[in-house]
């Protein structure tokens, strides 16, 4: 009950909906937050840390108290377009705000639409307050992670993370 109201009170905060007066849950009926003993999937940890640049993931995410990321690839956008179509100084980085923030999360089949690939329930509120909160969510099935091999793996997560990489190998 207490996980609802938390879901609840952030669908409150980030969607904002059109309400006649402001309503939040009363503090005494949130509980405690998110437990921190939540675990990765070790196949999918193993393929992260190898497919993602040094120093741009970070396992084991929990954002706003509530939602458990099992890796977050900090993207750095193209310095051009970061700094207004001026060429960079040597040694220059984008600033933070110009980073692509991708969220991947390992869900149990129980999270789709029987026999498909679309997320429901708590897998599609999360989806969409990750995406308010500036992150681009990307959804692998536990079951589909589990079956494949680990270059299969590694292949099916490089393109569901980048996909621009996919499509300039196509176009070459």
């Given at each position: 009950?207490?996980?609802?109201?938390?879901?609840?009170?952030?669908?409150?905060?980030?969607?904002?909906?059109?309400?006649?007066?402001?309503?939040?849950?009363?503090?005494?009926?949130?509980?405690?937050?998110?437990?921190?003993?939540?675990?990765?999937?070790?196949?999918?940890?193993?393929?992260?840390?190898?497919?993602?640049?040094?120093?741009?993931l970070q396992e084991?995410?929990?954002?706003?108290?509530?939602?458990?990321?099992?890796?977050?690839?900090?993207?750095?956008?193209?310095?051009?377009?970061?700094?207004?179509?001026r060429a960079p100084s040597e040694g220059e980085c984008p600033p933070p705000e110009h980073s692509q923030r991708i969220a991947v999360l390992c869900a149990p089949p129980s999270s789709f639409c029987y026999g498909t690939s679309h997320p429901r329930g708590n897998l599609a509120i999360k989806m969409r307050h990750l995406t308010v909160l500036g992150y681009t969510p990307v959804v692998v099935s536990e079951h589909e992670l589990d079956n494949l091999s680990e270059e299969e793996r590694?292949?099916?997560?490089?393109?569901?993370?980048?996909?621009?990489?996919?499509?300039l190998t196509l176009n070459r």
């Open positions: 009950m207490e996980k609802k109201l938390q879901i609840v009170n952030l669908c409150l905060r980030l969607d904002r909906p059109s309400l006649p007066k402001p309503l939040t849950v009363p503090p005494e009926a949130l509980g405690s937050p998110a437990p921190n003993d939540l675990s990765i999937n070790p196949g999918l940890s193993i393929t992260l840390q190898s497919i993602a640049q040094e120093g741009l084991g995410v929990m954002v706003e108290d509530l939602y458990f990321i099992d890796g977050v690839i900090t993207q750095p956008e193209p310095l051009q377009e970061a700094t207004g179509g590694t292949e099916l997560l490089r393109t569901r993370i980048f996909p621009e990489q996919e499509r």
